[in-house]
């Protein structure tokens, strides 16, 4: 229990995907312009995260490492993330319509997402069991999903700030960024 604990708030503070390892930074800046918009991306990125790390490490327990077929991972892998993402583009198209739209091409790119790869992989590499999987797969997303909110309340506060010329839109919005990670970087040494 205590290692779960502290896969859990590692993958969210101290190794946050994002802000500390630099992946999915393509959604991050592009769907973060709206806080609605970046918490309807999340759910979306704690879906499929979650299920990816289910998959994945069944894939590669009971398929690929029994038939030696490791070479095989990263296509496998790729090929479960892209129809979880399809999954949730149908869910989405039909739940929330108008969300659907918000996130526009940022949806289909959470199959090439580097960041729902990157936590599949981190499983397999760190051994992880199948319980150990979910956990960081959910706490990676949750982590995913804390630091684009986070950054799209503060692009819409930007909005309002007497910014200069030079430095509006995607300039200071990197500037945030840079300050957001590393205000996460803080918290290393935590646990």
């Known amino acids: 229990m205590p290692n779960l604990f502290v896969i859990f708030f590692g993958a969210i503070l101290i190794n946050n ?96 997402n580097c960041a729902v790869l990157g936590v599949t992989l981190i499983n397999l590499n760190e051994n992880y069991t199948l319980v150990e999987s979910l956990v960081h797969g959910f706490a990676g997303a949750v982590g995913f999903g804390l630091a684009i909110v986070v950054f799209a309340g503060i692009r819409e506060r930007l909005d309002y700030a007497p910014i200069p010329k030079a430095l509006e839109g995607f300039p200071i919005a990197l500037i945030v960024a840079g300050l957001l990670s590393m205000s996460f970087l803080g918290f290393q040494g935590l646990l």
């Open 17 to 112: 995907f994002v802000l500390t390892r630099f992946l999915g930074i393509c959604p991050f800046l592009g769907v973060s312009r709206k806080v609605e918009t970046a918490i309807g991306m999340s759910l979306a990125v704690i879906f499929v995260m979650t299920v990816a790390s289910l998959a994945t490490w069944t894939i590669q327990t009971y398929l690929l490492i029994p038939f030696e077929m490791l070479y095989l991972r990263t296509i496998a892998f790729i090929l479960i993330i892209a129809v979880l993402v399809q999954f949730v583009e149908m869910v989405m198209l039909k739940v929330t319509p108008t969300l659907y739209q918000a996130l526009g091409v940022y949806l289909p790119l959470i199959t090439t």
